[in-house]
């Protein structure tokens, strides 16, 4: 099962890109990378995911390396109601169980 | 995106009694559900995998006998805490699995708040 890591904490400006990172450096060829991020005292909410293209929704933005073995999700312009804990997991194929780590806990500033 | 609903939001019990938690999914058909729960400042943890028409697959450390999963139809399963204690008090979040896209995603719940008294 690949694990990921991430920074505990970060900061941002309102109005500036947030840029997360997640090292995933024992991820397989056919496993994604998924990105949810949850708000106090609710359910996760899902973000965006992707194999190996960079990928691009309404919320944000995904990056993912030539290697796979990490990747950043950018929130173009973060807002206050951005503030949340941002994780980043990659999917067991075969079971489709998503394994919570920690995650970032993302502190947007006016 | 997909919405999943859970009912209750909020349950407070006396100890010894047993609390049923559903999970809806309303807009799409979910075979697999997932349950987790969420102590104060921590992370979610997995329970188990909720499969419709069969017997769930609990993680390790999860005793089956007490977080009783029941997935009878393809929109529903209910988690049923059963001679529920302090201890279990906890936020408890379901997922359901959809597979209509070309990949799967989970959508999760908002979260159902059990304080046990």
């Known amino acids: 099962d690949a694990k990921t890591t991430q920074p505990p904490s970060m900061d941002c400006a309102e109005g500036r890109a947030a840029n997360l990172p997640c090292n995933h450096s024992?991820?397989?060829?056919?496993?994604?990378v998924y990105w949810y991020r949850q708000i106090h005292s609710q359910g996760p909410q899902y973000i965006i995911h992707g194999l190996k293209n960079n990928e691009t929704n309404e919320m944000a933005s995904l990056i993912i390396t030539e290697d796979r073995k990490s990747s950043t999700l950018i929130l173009p312009h973060a807002t206050l109601r951005d503030t949340a804990v941002y994780y980043c997991i990659v999917l067991e194929g075969n079971t489709g169980k998503l394994i919570f780590g920690q995650g970032t806990t993302l502190q947007v500033k006016p | 995106g997909a919405v999943v609903s859970q009912h209750p939001s909020r349950v407070i019990c006396k100890s010894g009694t047993s609390v049923k938690i559903e999970c809806r999914s309303l807009d799409f058909q979910a075979t697999t559900m997932f349950w987790y729960r969420q102590f104060p400042k921590q992370s979610l943890m997995l329970m188990a995998t909720s499969n419709e028409g069969s017997k769930a697959t609990y993680e390790q450390g999860v005793e089956k006998d007490k977080f009783l999963i029941n997935h009878a139809s393809l929109t529903l399963s209910t988690l049923t805490v059963t001679s529920a204690h302090p201890e279990d008090s906890s936020f408890y979040i379901c997922s359901a699995r959809d597979l209509r896209r070309r990949t799967d995603t989970q959508y999760f719940g908002p979260g159902t708040r059990l304080t046990v008294l």
């Open positions: 024992t991820i397989s060829g056919n496993e994604y």
